[in-house]
Every structure is written in C-alpha cells, then in structure tokens.
C-alpha cells in the first residue's frame, strides 16, 4: 500500500484511528478553554479565514475582541458564536449548536487535522484529500458498513455506497452518487473507491435464489 501507511503481511490494519474520534482526542479537545458568552470567532484578513478571541466589549454595533493578546475592534455582524468544545470533532456538521461558516470551516479542520477525512453535512458526505494513503480503503474497512445504516457507522464513501446499494435493492429502482468537487479534490479516487466497493459486496457470497444482482 503506498503512502505513508505500508501495508505488509497479515490481516488489514485496524482503521479506526483514521475513521472514529478516539477518547483521548475527545478529552483533550474539551479540555479547550472556552467561554459560553465570550468566545467567538472573527476573520483574520491575512488568509481569509477566522481566528478565536474572547469578546472584551460592546459599543453599539462594534465589538471589541482579544485575539492572541491583542484587542481588535469588528462589526457587530462579523463576529460568530464558537460551538462548545464537546462539538469539536462531529461526524456530521447538522449536529453543531452554531451552522456559520467559522464553524463549518472549524470543525472540517479540526477532523483534518487528526487524521478524520470524511465529514457529512447532513445528506452530504465532505472528503478532503489528505494526498498520502491511509488504510480506510481495505476489505477489512468494507465490512463495517456492509447492511447497516449511514448512521450505524463513521463517516466514510463506503456508507455512501451502501446507501445507494440498499435503496437499489430494496425499491428495484436507479441510484446516483454525485461526487463533485475541485481539481486535485480527490474525485477520481472516491469514485475508484465507490466502483470497489460494489463489486466486492457484490461478488462476495452466494445468491439466493431469484435474488437480483448488480448485474440484474
């Protein structure tokens, strides 16, 4: 297996620590400090995203913030709410007390940033290519989200793909997966994965009897 990640000899490596939060991480994430009624998020102009500070005061429709130590003054209407620490890390962005886009860009990070690719966003599924391999793609992988819900399981283009499988078999009808994104976004790779993963479910076992297939 290329990449960072060598796969050797034996059974598939354990993909949990690049699919699920461990308890670790969840502690030292809520270890954060953090303030219910002063923490926010403002935008930091040098890259065009958001840093954290702590709301000193208000005067009318501007509020004044310490960002690293250092007091700015922001419009009312470019300051957001910071979601508790315990949201840090969701599997699905529907589940943040606070949908801004700080929040949203927040929590894609954090879940990068430790290894966790796959986000959804209610019906959606967010990947962002880490560009070297984790092994989150093997047979071992496949068999955690084989006949279970989206829900059941860690974000991830294989409970995706089942879904669509599911609804298939279930009511005979078409399926699609739209995968979409920028170049270099990781589109190929995700649609590799998606083919994969069909035709293994699909040629693993035996067929009863006027049972439909892939195929069919």
């Not at 929040?103 to 966003?121: A, D, K, P, Q």
């Amino acid at each position: 297996m290329p990449g960072h990640i060598k796969k050797c000899t034996g059974p598939d490596p354990d993909p949990s620590p690049w699919l699920c939060v461990s308890a670790e991480l969840k502690a030292k994430l809520k270890s954060k400090p953090y303030d219910p009624k002063k923490s926010v998020w403002v935008p930091n102009k040098a890259d065009g995203g958001y840093l954290e500070g702590l709301i000193e005061s208000k005067d009318g429709a501007k509020v004044s913030v310490n960002v690293k130590g250092e007091v700015k003054v922001y419009k009312e209407d470019q300051v957001q709410q910071v979601n508790p620490p315990k949201f840090d890390c969701s599997n699905d962005m529907a589940d943040l007390t606070y949908l801004g886009d700080a929040c949203v860009l927040w929590n894609s990070v954090i879940r990068y940033v430790n290894e966790l690719i796959y986000t959804y966003s209610g019906l959606f599924c967010i990947a962002i290519n880490p560009y070297k391999r984790f092994p989150i793609y093997t047979l071992r992988t496949m068999e955690l989200y084989v006949a279970k819900r989206r829900q059941e399981c860690p974000p991830h283009i294989f409970a995706v793909a089942e879904c669509a499988y599911q609804g298939m078999m279930n009511t005979g009808n078409n399926q699609s997966i739209l995968i979409t994104g920028e170049s270099g976004a990781g589109k190929t790779e995700n649609t590799k994965k998606v083919i994969s993963y069909f035709a293994t479910i699909c040629s693993s076992g035996k067929k009863k009897e006027g049972e439909a297939s892939l195929e069919d």
